[in-house]
């Protein structure tokens, strides 16, 4: 039954996955229910979740392990996860079809230039 389960999930994820003929409206609005990592999240969109890399961040991934990676996915979910986001994108995806786009989270906050103010004030202390 749990295979079934998660077969059914892993499906569900990959026919959402954005093909670089979707179009999308130009700011699209979605609640987040999911964070792979720092710089990936699931919102759910038009019924389906909706994977989104944020435009111009690179976080260290946490399945290679890298420093740092868990840290980054902590950050990102404690800005956004549970909240209804806007996305602010131009229709474009990446090589592994991720809709590419700037956050910004239920209090206006962009997530992406969080990452970056988070980062530099980790680098000062």
């Known amino acids: 039954m749990q295979f079934a389960y998660l077969l059914l999930t892993v499906l569900s994820c990959l026919l959402s996955i954005p093909s670089e003929k979707d179009q999308y409206p130009a700011y699209l609005t979605g ?23 944020l435009e111009h961040i690179d976080c260290p991934e946490i399945r290679k392990q890298q420093p740092f990676g868990a840290q980054a996915k902590k950050f990102t979910s404690d800005k956004c996860f549970g909240q209804t986001v806007r996305v602010l994108h131009k229709n474009e995806v990446d090589r592994n079809k991720r809709l590419i786009g700037e956050v910004i989270n239920a209090r206006g906050l962009n997530i992406n230039k969080e990452l970056v103010k988070g980062r530099i004030s980790l680098a000062l202390h």
Do not use: A, E, Q, S
């Not at 229910?33 to 989104?52: A, C, E, M, Q, S």
């Open 31 to 53: 609640k987040v229910i999911g964070v792979t990592d720092g710089d990936t999240i699931d919102i759910f969109y038009n019924n389906k979740p909706l994977r989104i890399r």
